[in-house]
């Protein structure tokens, strides 16, 4: 059995699970770079006002890992960054993290990958995982005169928490989750708040009830029970959910949207308020927001949505194109990330000097959002093309390490040094994963962060079936396997 060096980048929900999977495996030279001070990715990244995350708690859990003690349905970011923690603790992963060191580049050299830090550690390891995270980089677009605020102004994922909020003009620049989940929360704490909308948003309602302490208890005294609850929700979130966008005529999308247009029409009393916030596309072709309350709380007497564009920003607050000054004590620019990075910046070179931004110039591409051909023995979980839906990504990186470890078996049983997917392979899945795309909700006419520049989502565009059938055991020959 040959002993294997392996480097995870990134010590988030991904990297922990790496860890944990290839230390129960008894791969015992295992270190994480980190290049924050502190675990957690997203949930460290994320600490605005009224984070939760979509996904109900159960099951956005390691299925390893359940928790009883979950505050509410979708719990807080918070409450989740905590979970994370104690698990890594719990499990060995925390000692293998090296906090603050940033991996700056990967070299494939002689069978084997020449790592860099930005602490200046240069190692050699025989395999690499990305589990560097989708969204974890922000997009600040440019709004003229940004510089010249007076106020406090700071992107939604770097959030300042000594900025005080409460009695105070609060602005919020987009209309996604992030953005919904901030109004929600400030909007009965602020003497006003403005949400700068561009888009309208489906918003599907979803409570969001607390957890019973006599529940929690039934859950730690009944672990079956927990697992039967989690079952039936990812069950119902696969079936129901994951089914429909992938058919833009099913009947699955179509209760969908029914959904969403009562949420907007039995919630919103003022009809011109109610036409602002209708979007002129189908519901779930944009990522779906859930919210218990958003509708009720945009009402307020203290709330403001600013549908004229952005026209420049000023000392004193925001001018729109009707000449309207909006004026603000603190602007959050709720804009988003840039999806298309994953282990970027690192600079990685592979196979013959190829490097990733050469082999990704026109987008990111990896062969089940696992492995790029010409890129041995580096494993990417939740990489370029996979299910990033409203699904749990805890469940999509639970199936795809358990897909990797099977590589990496190959690799320690000496079956080959290394492996990569093979260039036609890539080839031919992305060909059909393109061609499954135009029957999905995601082209049906808007503009979102799931579609690349040539208007093809981005994502996994079959049933979530075929994902779990995929991942169950890796075809050795799609891959190059060199001795």
Not at 102 to 128: C, H, M, Y
Not at 421 to 440: C, H, I, N, P
Request: charged share 25%.
């Amino acid at each position: 059995m040959r002993r294997l060096r392996f480097a995870i980048i990134g010590s988030g929900m991904a990297g922990i699970l790496a860890a944990i999977r290839l230390r129960e495996a008894g791969h015992d030279d295992v270190t994480v770079f980190e290049k924050a001070d502190r675990l957690g990715g997203t949930w460290r990244e994320n600490t605005y006002p009224g984070i939760a995350c979509d996904v109900p708690s159960y099951v956005y859990s390691y299925s390893f890992e359940p928790n009883p003690d979950w505050s509410h349905r979708f719990s807080p970011g918070g409450e989740i960054q905590r979970y994370f923690e104690g698990v890594a603790d719990r499990y060995g992963v925390t000692p293998l993290v090296r906090f603050s060191e940033e991996v700056t580049s990967l070299e494939w050299r002689d069978g084997a990958w020449d790592l860099r830090t930005s602490q200046g550690a240069e190692e050699r390891f025989d395999v690499v995982i990305a589990a560097t995270g989708v969204l974890h980089h922000p997009n600040i677009p440019h709004f003229e005169g940004l510089e010249t605020f007076r106020g406090a102004a700071f992107h939604s994922a770097r959030w300042d928490h000594d900025v005080p909020l409460d009695g105070r003009r609060v602005g919020v620049i987009g209309t996604g989750s992030t953005a919904v989940q901030i109004a929600t929360a400030l909007i009965p704490r602020v003497e006003r708040f403005t949400l700068f909308q561009r888009t309208a948003q489906w918003v599907i309602r979803v409570d969001n009830p607390e957890i019973t302490d006599a529940e929690k208890e039934r859950y730690r005294t009944d672990p079956a029970k927990l697992e039967s609850v989690r079952a039936q929700l990812a069950s119902a979130f696969r079936d129901a959910f994951s089914a429909a966008v992938i058919d833009a005529d099913s009947p699955g999308i179509k209760a969908v949207e029914d959904q969403c247009r009562r949420n907007l029409e039995d919630s919103v009393v003022d009809p011109v308020l109610r036409e602002k916030l209708r979007p002129n596309y189908r519901a779930a072709c944009k990522r779906l927001i859930a919210s218990p309350d958003f509708y009720e709380k945009i009402q307020e007497p203290n709330a403001v949505l600013a549908t004229e564009a952005i026209e420049r920003i000023e000392p004193e607050g925001v001018r729109t194109a009707d000449g309207t000054l909006h004026e603000l004590d603190v602007l959050v620019l709720a804009t988003g990330f840039k999806p298309d990075r994953f282990v970027r910046p690192t600079r990685v070179v592979g196979v013959d000097g190829v490097d990733l931004d050469d082999a990704w110039r026109t987008r990111p591409n990896a062969y089940l959002s696992v492995s790029v051909p010409g890129f041995p023995n580096l494993f990417l979980l939740n990489g370029p093309n996979g299910p990033v839906g409203n699904f749990s990504l805890i469940e999509v990186a639970e199936m795809q390490m358990a897909y990797v470890m099977q590589l990496v078996d190959v690799l320690a049983e000496e079956r080959a040094r290394s492996v990569a997917a093979s260039a036609e392979a890539s080839a031919a899945f992305e060909a059909e994963r393109r061609e499954a795309a135009m029957r999905t909700i995601w082209v049906t006419g808007c503009r979102s962060w799931y579609l690349d520049d040539e208007g093809i989502p981005a994502s996994w565009t079959f049933t979530f079936q075929r994902f779990t059938d995929e991942m169950r055991a890796p075809k050795l020959d799609h891959y190059v396997l060199t001795s």
